[in-house]
Nanobody
């Protein structure tokens, strides 16, 4: 069972920035496609961004230009830099791993972290 652990969430004012990290367990292959999702109360889990081993990335339109996904394959860590945060970005943020490129549905990701809370205040 692969393990993913997110960190970096917290409380931030609107317009501010946060960087989330997600580190995979030592035995996890660094070649997984990694994705970030979020889920706000009462809403479905929403795709944000995905990255594969060679550096290719793909973003949801809702965060394109504000969020940046990156990864350090040697450290088995993927990052989500979030800038110009808005109140509606408040959610629990999850990282996930998949064997297949460019999945945008949560069902396409096999392994999940437990999530980290991001709260944007006015």
């Amino acid at each position: 069972q692969e393990q993913l652990v997110e960190s970096g969430g917290g409380l931030v004012q609107a317009g501010g920035s946060l960087r989330l990290s997600c580190t995979a367990s030592a035995r996890t292959s660094g070649s997984y496609v990694m994705g970030w999702f979020r889920q706000a109360p009462g809403k479905d889990r929403e795709f944000l961004a995905t990255s594969r081993y060679n550096g290719d990335t793909y973003y949801a339109d809702s965060v394109k230009g504000r969020f940046t996904i990156s990864r350090d394959n040697a450290k088995k860590t993927v990052y989500l830099q979030m800038n110009s945060l808005k109140l509606e970005d408040t959610a629990v943020y999850y990282c996930a791993a998949s064997a297949f490129w460019r999945g945008v549905s949560a069902t396409e990701y096999k392994y999940w972290g437990r999530g980290t809370q991001v709260t944007v205040s006015s």
